[in-house]
């Protein structure tokens, strides 16, 4: 999900500033919820067993941000999965290439320099 230009700032100001507590002043459907979201899944990744608090004023709004950490959650997994299954695929067509021998060439190791390649049949 793509965030805001101001989001984006928000959410670095945070990653470097060791402050606990913040207070985001943004006009209503400007992305704070989500930004919030941002915050607390980054505390939770990054620091195993963090407890994160968000305080609320309405119950409706409370569940709201507890189902948008959800969501951004799943995403996240998703995207890293995502992420990590090409990288496994380029890892694996890369070695496939490289370990496909001639067929003429019966050895392996043949056009390795050193003395290991030379000592084998």
């Not at 002043?25 to 899944?41: C, H, I, M, N, Y």
């Not at 505390?43 to 709004?61: C, D, G, P």
């Not at 190791?109 to 003395?115: H, I, Y």
Request: proline residues 6%.
């Amino acid at each position: 999900m793509p965030r805001r230009p101001y989001q984006e700032a928000a959410l670095a100001s945070f990653i470097k500033d060791p402050a606990r507590v913040w207070a985001l002043l943004w006009e209503r459907q400007a992305g704070k919820s989500t930004a919030l979201t941002d915050f607390a899944l980054y505390e939770m990744f990054k620091h195993q067993n963090r407890t994160v608090i968000y305080a609320s004023a309405s119950l409706l709004l409370a569940q709201e941000i507890t189902l948008k950490t959800a969501v951004r959650a799943n995403q996240t997994v998703q995207q890293m999965l995502e992420s990590d299954a090409t990288f496994l695929k380029q890892f694996a067509d890369t070695a496939q290439s490289t370990n496909r021998c001639p067929k003429e060439n019966k050895n392996p190791m043949a056009g390795l320099p050193g003395t290991l390649a030379s000592a084998l049949p």
